[in-house]
T-cell receptor, first 114, second 113 residues
């Protein structure tokens, strides 16, 4: 399985600011995803990060609020923009390789917005 | 919406086999059953997956009924470290469409000493 790291692991931010979360994989992968897990809830897919093109967003998530970059096959960023306390969640990236049919998850970024 | 139904919680004695059920009555022929677990807000950990045959790896066994409408994840000798939320997920096979994972509410498994 791939080794996935996320930065930062946690942060406390003020409302109205933005935070960029990084996801780094130790090998090239075809698919990268970003999920959100609100307190006490299950995981919800935000978007699929596409290499070389715009991310594909799920219903209820928009690019202006959650801009995503994926400059290459091992790295992606998710920005949480103009944050409010409702954005307090764990944000997780996951990856899937070309020759596998299994997604692996990073450790997550715990965000608290005051 | 998640395509699976799981009991919200279960207890199991340490050292015994933990059997976690999952119903997926609307599963399609090209959809796999995946199991993940999440320990105390860490990133979900992949456990096992299968299409129609039973599967076993170093972590668990997956038993899928012949009609594929339900499955059971078996942890053969549960330890305290197996306490987690277990998610049963149905996902289309690679190359057949949107291969995203849709998480339901899962089963909170508590291993009792």
């Amino acid at each position: 399985s791939a080794v996935i790291s996320q930065k930062p692991s946690r942060d406390i931010c003020q409302r109205g600011t933005s935070l960029t979360i990084q996801c780094q994989v130790d090998s090239q992968v075809t698919m990268m995803f970003w999920y959100r897990q609100q307190p006490g809830q299950s995981l919800t897919l935000i978007a699929t990060a596409n290499q070389g093109s715009e991310a594909t967003y799920e219903s209820g998530f928009v690019i202006d609020k959650f801009p995503i970059s994926r400059p290459n096959l091992t790295f992606s960023t998710l920005t949480v923009s103009n944050m409010s306390p409702e954005d307090s969640s764990i944000y997780l990236c996951s990856v899937e390789g070309k020759n596998t049919d299994t997604q692996y998850f990073g450790p997550g970024t715990r965000l608290t917005v005051l | 919406d998640a395509k699976t139904t799981q009991p919200p919680s279960m207890d199991c004695a340490e050292g015994r086999a933990a059997n976690l059920p999952c119903n997926h009555s609307t599963i399609s022929g090209n959809e796999y059953v995946y199991w993940y677990r999440q320990i105390h807000s860490q990133g979900p950990q992949y456990i096992i997956h299968g299409l129609k045959n039973n599967e076993t790896n170093e972590m668990a066994s997956l038993i899928i009924t012949e009609d594929r409408k339900s499955s059971t994840l078996i942890l053969p000798h549960a330890t305290l470290r197996d306490t987690a939320v277990y998610y049963c997920i149905v996902r289309v096979a690679k190359g057949f469409g949107n291969e995203k994972l849709t998480f339901g509410t899962g089963t909170r498994l508590t291993i009792i000493p």
